[in-house]
C-alpha cells in the first residue's frame, strides 16, 4: 500500500503542480509539504498539524477521500511520540490551541479530573490572594493607628504643661462691690470761660447761674458762640428766654443754642467776635457801638438802634431798625 506522502506527491506531479504554488494556495510553508510528501512527520509541529496540513493538500489536488482519512489516521498516530520527543505540546495536553483541519478547527477534549484540577488551582489562587490583600489592609490600618497614637502621646505632654502654667497663676481677686468712678465735671453746653481780668468790673450775675440757664437750652438748630476781645456787656435770649446777661471780659466767651429764634444784644459790638454754627459771622459793628444781632436757623440780621443809648444801657431800646441782613 502506497503512503500518504507518496500518493499526495505522485497526484500533483500528474497534475504537473509545483510545491511553491500550492504553497501560495494553501498557506502551507512548502518545508512541510515537502516533509508530507516524504512522510517525514518529525518535521511537523504535531499531529493535528499534519493532518491539517494533508487534508488541505488532498483537498487542493482533489483526492480528499475517506479512504485518505482513515490512512492518515493510521499512519499519522505516531506523531504523539515524535512531538513529545521534539519538544512540542501532545496534542492532547490541556492548553492547546485549536488547529484549523481544512474544514473546521479541532481541538482535543480535556482529560477527566483536569477542568476539577483547574478550577480547584484557580480556587486557591483566589483564596491565597484575597488572604494577601486583607494582610495588606490590616498592615496599613495598624501602621496608620501607631502613628496616630504616637502624635496623639506627644501632644499629650504639652497639654499638660499648659494646664500646670495655668494652675501656677494667681486667681486675680474681684471685689464684691465695685464702686463707680468719681463723676467728671461735664462740660456745660453754654459756659463762661474767664482770663485774667483788665477791668475790676464784673457783672451782679453770678457765672454758675448762667451756665445752669445756658445748659438748659444748649441743644438746638441753633449754635452760638461770642468770644469778648474787650469788656463787653450782652444779653442772650434764646426761644424767648433769657440766658445770659452780664459783662464779658477779655478772653471770655458765652455758648447758647436755640431751636427758631435767638438774639444777642451787644453794649460793645466791635469788642466780640460771634461764631453761628461754627461759622464766624464777621463784625456786627464798631467799638462802644450797641448792636442786636438776631438769629434763625438758617440766617441772621444785625439791627441798629436809632438813637445812640448810653455804653452799657440796662434796657433794650425802644425803637431800633434793621440795616444788615444775611440770608
Known sequence: MASIGEILRRERERQNLSLAGIADQTRIKQQYLEALERDDFESLPGRFFARSFATQYAEKLGINTPELQDLLLKQAAPLEIFGAAAGVPAP??????????????VVDPLPEGTASALTARKLTASIVMLVAVVVACGA????????????????????????????????????????????????????????????????????????????????????????????????????GKVTVERVLAPGESAVTAANEKARILLGNAGGVDIRFNGADIGSVGPRGQVRTVEFTPDKFSIVEPVKKPVAEPSTEPETQQPVASNN
Open 92 to 105: 492532547g495536553a490541556p492548553g492547546i490551541s485549536p488547529v484549523w483541519t481544512g474544514q473546521q478547527y
Open 140 to 239: 496599613v490600618f495598624w501602621l496608620w493607628q501607631r502613628s496616630q497614637l504616637s502624635s496623639t502621646s506627644a501632644s499629650a505632654p504639652q497639654v499638660e504643661r499648659v494646664k500646670s502654667a495655668a494652675a501656677e497663676q494667681p486667681a486675680l481677686s474681684v471685689p464684691d462691690t465695685v464702686s463707680p468712678p468719681a463723676a467728671q465735671p461735664t462740660a456745660p453746653a453754654a459756659r463762661v470761660e474767664s482770663a485774667p481780668p483788665e477791668s475790676s468790673t464784673q457783672s451782679a450775675t453770678p457765672p454758675l447761674a448762667a451756665q445752669v440757664r445756658v445748659e438748659n437750652a444748649a441743644v438746638g438748630k441753633i449754635s452760638l458762640t461770642v468770644v469778648a476781645r474787650e469788656e463787653t456787656w450782652l444779653r442772650v435770649t434764646a426761644d
